[in-house]
């Protein structure tokens, strides 16, 4: 899939198909991650893969939607050592979900509704947080999935985001 | 490009040529920018696209790395209007930077130095800040550049990134 097309086209996939996503492509997933930029190159991140869905189903109580949890086939926290990394941690999953995509898998990000409660469950040392779990799977029917045929400029006139004309301003804010 | 190659051959580019970068490849960036994902959709961010090579040298003493600001054609400010969400935008900025490193245009995070500094030169308001300026050009001679023949795995096997089995674990923290 072309690489404009995969990071413009990129939606959020909360239905899945229960099928096992293939080793291959879960290690493709990993590497897009360990692979990000970070600051200073400091790499504040770990990743725990998670494929046992009866706990992923326990989890899921403890992200604000537990439904992704409980219907996907895997998931990826993102574990940060230092927790005030968040800018780079989003920049990790960013890279992880899109690689997902363009492999056909769909991907969201969830966010811990109770992280000292995720923390435990998932034997998380010290100080450090847990910015989000991914939640992964093959579309189910119905869901977005990508279109490797799709033209950009198509995809991008329906996206249900701010026009670029409130979103850009010129030399400073407001400009 | 292909994705998965951009995605993981992606590097920061610190050096660059100083040649304006050409309008619709901007305005891809920022598209890509603006696609992005968000909680809830809130889209919490505006992009200052500054493109007056003056006007960055000037600021430049106000990022951790000014060269990156005196050397670039354009950078794009992220100013996210509840500072919170750092994590979405990491999302936001990865897209940009891989759309640009998908058309050829390198970039860099920078982080603020003094963000009231830059808050103020850049009439950026209230509770408003700015996690990053993406600065943006064409590689100088030696500076990383995409290679679009080259493979996924090779590029991998030469990161300078921990090795995946001391980043992943399973199911739980250390598992």
Redesign the interface.
Known sequence: ????????????VRDYLPDPIREEEM??I????????S?R?R?H????????RK?LRELSVLVTRPANLTGCAAAIVV?LTNPRA??????????MM??A???GIGSC?N?PADEPGLKTA????GE?GI??IISLGYPAPGAPRPRPRAK?EE??AR????P?KD?????????
Chains 1, 2 share one sequence.
Do not use: C, H
């Not at 991140?45 to 046992?52: A, K, T």
């Not at 998932?122 to 040392?125: C, E, I, K, N, S």
């Not at 850009?168 to 400009?175: L, M, T």
């Open positions: 899939m072309e690489a404009y097309l995969a990071i413009v086209s990129k939606r959020e290690n493709q990993l590497e897009a991650g360990r692979a990000s930029g600051s190159n790499q991140w770990r990743f725990i893969l998670m494929r046992d706990r574990v968040q800018f780079d941690a989003g920049r990790a999953a960013q890279n899109l690689a995509w363009s492999l990000p966010t998932l034997r998380v040392p450090a910015p989000t950009p995809v991008l996206i249900d985001r701010l670029l979103l850009v301003y010129r030399e400073v804010y407001g400009g």
